[in-house]
Structure formats: structure tokens, C-alpha cells
């Protein structure tokens, strides 16, 4: 059996969260940074030269006409994802999305279809769920070791400095709390209980109208509730508490990529799990990607493309909640 060839990433769009990405690709043994695109011809380069990438193009279109290309990360803003991600599908090249996959549901669902006519691989970065602490709290809920979970309470904050031009702040790049951070505790709450059957939000919000905090609360079926906070205001604990009839499971800081998390049995000893990583922790979605390229798979079995859509649905009724409009994206 011959060596196996390293899968050839690419990635658009060259901002912080890209620079992190490439470093965790530095220790994947079967992946390789094959080449990058932005649109300034400066950064590709500067950022080629930092990372040793052969390839750096000064437009996302050239980068796609790359020979021996396997595969895309997107890291471009908010409200570039669906645009970026359907000129790679459209070319049956597999994409790995930054979260969120798309500004709402409808660019979601023109992803998936696109992804499914094209028979192209589609994946939503939710790294969260490749964490090994985070995949151990998900395990020890599925014990049944805390019993039936009866709620959950979760939250995301930290104090961005206000810049009307920024990410954070800025409408036209799908700024505002929620869909930036406020995504993690939502996931959270889709992932242990499904879709709520009610939901209660309020906001406040920046001067260029998008939320700097969101307060929310989901009724799912059997009365389970979710209690969750994403704010640009503060630095909060950024913890998650999950509540069952017999126990609680702690996911320390920061909870969508933890490294510990503690067990509380009623009438036992805490029981703590240490699960430390190297890097940033964006590798454990890269080996998933490239695990489910070498199987020929087209979605992920741990992060399936319902998933994403059931995300970007819930989110939307949240920002219908809190009167939350991207004029650009949103079919009104």
C-alpha cells in the first residue's frame, strides 16, 4: 500500500481567524496549505510567506482555477459564506463553511441544494463539535449518568472595542453578537434538546443597528428550557451548565473549545476531565473533513448538513424575536 497524499487545502479570505486555521493545519499529518486568496495581492503573499503556502492569488475566483486543489476553508465575513461557498461548489470542489454557513435560512438551504445537485462535499465549521472534551460532555450526557437533562444554561461574552467598520459592529459584514458567538450556545441547545417549541428574546443594540447583547430562552418539548447570552459588552465566564434529574455537567471555559469539564453526581465526589490540546483546536474539524473526503462522503456524520439548517433557522426566529435585519441578505 503506497504513502498516503496529504489533502490539499485552500483557503479564502485571510483575516485572524484564517491565520489560526492555517497554524492548526501545520499539525494535521495527511493535510497540506496548498494555497490561499485574498483581495489584496499584498496580504495572499505576506501571508504565503508566513505559512509556506506555494499558491497565494490576489482574487477568490483564481484561486478555484489551483491544480490539485482537494479542498476549500472559507473564512471570509459573515455575509460573503454563501456567495463564496457556491462559486467552490459549483466547480465540485468540497467546502468546509466558516460558522455561520450562511446569513439565514434561505442561503443555507441554496447551499445544501447546490451541494447535493454537484455531489460536493459541504461542511458547516462548527468546530465545537470535534473538541474531545466537548465530544466527552455529549457522551456522558448520552450515559444517562446526570439522568433526563431538564435544562441547560450557557453564555459568550467578551468587550469588543467599538469600531463602526469593524466585523463585530458593521451590518453590512453580518455583525452583531448572535450570529457571531451567540451561534455557540444556541448550537448547544439544538444539540442536547432539538428546535425549541417557543422562543424569548430581547436585545440591546450598537448604533449601527446590530445587537451588542441577546438574552434568550427556548421552551423545547417536555418542558426542557435553554437559557443563553452572547454579548459584545463584557467578558462573561463564556460557560455551559447542562442540568439533569440527578447531576450537572460543567463545561468549563471557554465551552466551544473546552479542555475540562466536571461531572456533579448527586451524592458522589466531582469527577473532573482533563482533555488538553495542542494548537488552537481547528484540527479536529480538518481531520473530519479529510476523513470524510477519503470515505467519499458528501456531509459529515457528526456535523450533517441538517444541522446547519436547523441552526440558521433557529437564529432567524431569534433575530425576528429581538427585530434584527440584514436589508442585504434577508428575503423580507
Known amino acids: ?51 509556506n503556502v506555494p499558491h497565494a492569488f490576489d482574487s477568490y475566483q483564481a484561486l478555484l482555477e489551483c491544480p490539485d486543489l482537494d479542498v476549500v476553508y472559507i473564512a471570509t465575513p459573515h455575509t460573503l459564506h454563501c456567495e463564496n461557498t457556491l462559486m467552490c461548489l459549483e466547480r465540485k470542489i468540497p467546502v468546509l463553511c466558516e460558522k455561520p454557513a450562511g446569513m439565514n435560512p434561505q442561503e443555507v438551504h441554496k447551499m445544501v441544494t447546490t451541494a447535493t445537485l454537484n455531489h460536493t462535499f459541504l461542511m458547516e465549521a462548527m468546530w465545537t463539535q470535534f473538541i474531545p472534551a466537548f465530544k466527552k460532555s455529549m457522551s456522558l450526557l448520552a450515559s444517562g449518568v446526570i439522568g433526563k437533562p431538564l435544562s441547560i444554561k450557557a453564555d459568550f461574552g467578551f468587550a469588543a472595542p467599538y469600531n463602526v467598520d469593524g466585523r463585530a459592529f458593521n451590518k453590512d459584514l453580518g455583525g452583531g453578537s448572535l450570529l457571531d458567538i451567540g451561534i455557540y450556545p444556541v448550537f448547544l441547545a439544538l444539540e442536547i434538546f432539538g428546535q425549541p417549541i417557543d422562543i424569548q428574546a430581547f436585545a440591546q443594540f450598537s448604533p449601527t443597528a446590530v445587537d451588542t447583547t441577546c438574552a434568550i430562552l427556548f421552551k ?79 456531509e459529515s456524520p457528526l456535523m450533517p448538513l441538517e444541522k446547519s439548517v436547523r441552526l440558521a433557522e433557529t437564529l432567524y426566529k431569534i433575530r425576528e424575536k429581538i427585530g434584527l435585519v440584514y436589508p442585504k441578505q434577508d428575503v423580507l
Open 220 to 298: 423545547h418539548e417536555k418542558g426542557a428550557l435553554s437559557m443563553l447570552h452572547s454579548t459584545f459588552t463584557s467578558l462573561t465566564n463564556t460557560e455551559a451548565y447542562i442540568y439533569g434529574e440527578q447531576g450537572t455537567i460543567h463545561i468549563h471555559p471557554r465551552f466551544h473549545h473546552p479542555e475540562k469539564i466536571s461531572l456533579h453526581v448527586q451524592g458522589k465526589p466531582v469527577k473532573e476531565f482533563s482533555m488538553p490540546y495542542q494548537g488552537n483546536g481547528y484540527q479536529f474539524e480538518i481531520e473530519e473533513v479529510n476523513r470524510c473526503l477519503r470515505k467519499k462522503l458528501l
Open 1 to 51: 500500500m503506497g504513502i498516503q497524499r496529504k489533502m490539499n487545502w485552500g483557503i479564502i479570505g485571510l483575516g485572524k481567524i484564517a491565520r489560526k486555521f492555517a497554524a492548526d493545519l501545520q499539525i494535521v499529518p495527511d493535510a497540506r496549505l496548498h494555497a490561499v486568496a485574498s483581495t489584496s495581492r499584498e496580504r495572499s503573499t505576506a501571508f504565503a510567506q508566513q505559512f
